[in-house]
């Protein structure tokens, strides 16, 4: 099952809109019957108690619903309904929603990975989960922007399959965000949470495969092929390329980088002589081709509405000094955003005719939404939690054998995904992405069971 995770957590459309937010989506299903069914396999009994849900895990929970339900007490006293806010009870089952979900993807996780093979296998599922995801959706939607010949099959797929902005119908007026957009989303509802997730799921294990000189693909071989990972690479920016956001080239910048630091010194050649003629290319289209000056302008030279994305994280911060230790409440920081946005920040056309009239301004920042709803008590264990793996795994790292294996190099390629994914995640979350989509939270709890995983059974590599 360590296979489909991933190619799974790509269809992000909520279907199943009677039951709570979370709930909405075929992949919560899927990992909820695929645990029952394993768990109750007389040898997987013991394994919720004796593995997973360790008392430590539930105290922790414990702690982080009360503060929740006193910090959403608190805010909605303060709020007084002046701006649409949940109520207490829908606000604290909404966390109860977000917890579930967030425990049964470790828990699937957890039980269909206990191998180094059953970990490759949800490597190489990646990687196909990427080859279908391109030819049938993403190189039909980079066509269907600069011709309507595809339009019937991305239309197809977006009212099936693409997940969207309920306050937002003008992103798919057209019949599908990218033919009423021209611009590339995959099944996401934006084409900057497609960059996030291509960012955090598509980049990590291919930087990682070339950095640590090893084929995911070929266990036996004798000669290391890296070919493919640097087409998966390059297919990736592309793709980013015609998203058209800022994000996405945030995301090549960043990937360019990483990608340079992990080559040896003969990629390192290729890759600047590469990037050298890459920019000139571009300078030279920049100013000779207007839809290219037009594109690069709008979304990184002189990109527009920035001061509400800054305004909003301002806002978010404020909120955070101000409410240091419980936060404000998971969902409750719609009332503190505007009490704390800079008024020099508002006077914009999308702030005055959009944000204000609806008196809704929805988190622009993960870092900043992360800190403001739930303080200290909550993101001081979490960040712990994170930098107690990160040492765990890059003191895995030194552990250096005489002959290296195809399991040590496999181990240690992990721990560079994982450097990988978070470095991604640090840079991403100053914007707005979703944190809690699948694909993002499978991938993160893959590598925290891998971390846990090599750490038990460190003595067979």
């Not at 489909?4 to 199943?16: D, V």
């Not at 693909?217 to 000669?223: L, M």
């Not at 690069?296 to 978010?316: A, C, D, P, Q, V």
């Not at 914007?431 to 971390?451: G, P, V, W």
Request: hydrophobic share 50%.
């Amino acid at each position: 099952m360590a296979s489909f995770w991933i190619g799974l957590s790509l269809f992000s459309k909520n279907y199943f809109n009677g039951v709570p937010i979370f709930f909405h989506r075929v992949t919560f299903w899927v990992m909820l019957c695929y645990c029952i069914v394993t768990v109750l396999r007389k040898q997987k009994r013991n394994l919720l108690t004796g593995q997973i849900y360790r008392r430590p895990v539930i105290i922790t929970m414990m702690v982080a619903m009360i503060a929740q339900v006193v910090a959403m007490t608190l805010s909605f006293l303060i709020a007084n309904n002046t701006v649409p806010m949940p109520g207490v009870l829908s606000g604290t089952v909404h966390f109860i929603e977000l917890v579930t979900s967030i425990m049964l993807t470790y828990t699937a996780i957890a039980i269909s990975i206990d191998s180094i093979a059953d970990m490759r296998r949800f490597i190489l599922g990646v990687f196909w989960s990427l080859l279908g995801f391109e030819i049938l959706v993403l190189i039909p939607q980079i066509i269907a922007t600069s011709t309507r010949a595809l339009d019937p099959w991305v239309n197809f797929l977006g009212r099936w399959f693409e997940d969207r902005e309920a306050v937002r119908p003008d992103f798919y007026w057209n019949g599908s965000y990218v033919s009423s957009l021209l611009r590339v989303n995959g099944f996401q509802g934006e084409a900057s949470f497609l960059a996030a997730q291509l960012a955090l799921v598509f980049i990590p294990f291919s930087i990682a495969a070339i950095r640590n000189r090893i084929d995911y693909f070929h266990v036996d071989s004798s000669k290391t092929k890296l070919l493919k990972y640097w087409l998966a690479i390059f297919s990736v920016l592309v793709i980013l390329f015609f998203a058209k956001t800022t994000t996405g080239f945030l995301v090549i910048g960043t990937t360019l980088i990483l990608l340079f630091l992990a080559a040896n010194k003969r990629e390192k050649v290729a890759l600047a002589i590469t990037a050298v003629i890459g920019l000139v290319l571009v300078g030279v289209a920049y100013s000779r081709i207007a839809s290219i000056h037009t594109l690069l302008n709008e979304y990184l030279f002189n990109k527009g509405n920035t001061s509400n994305r800054l305004g909003n994280s301002i806002g978010l911060l404020m909120t955070f000094l101000h409410h240091p230790i419980l936060g404000v409440g998971e969902g409750f920081t719609n009332y503190f955003t505007f009490e704390y946005v800079p008024s020099w920040t508002r006077n914009n056309i999308e702030y005055i005719q959009h944000i204000l009239p609806e008196k809704s301004f929805a988190p622009q920042s993960v870092w900043g939404a992360m800190f403001a709803e739930n303080g200290l008590i909550i993101m001081i264990p979490l960040l712990w939690f994170i930098w107690d793996k990160i040492a765990t795994s890059w003191q895995m790292r030194r552990v250096k054998h005489e002959d290296s294996t195809w399991n040590e190099r496999f181990k240690h390629s992990l721990m560079t995904a994982f450097y990988v994914y978070l470095l991604m995640f640090l840079i991403l979350g100053c914007f707005s992405f979703q944190i809690t989509d699948f694909s993002t939270l499978l991938m993160f709890f893959f590598f925290i069971h891998a971390i846990n995983w090599f750490s038990d059974h460190e003595k067979i590599l």
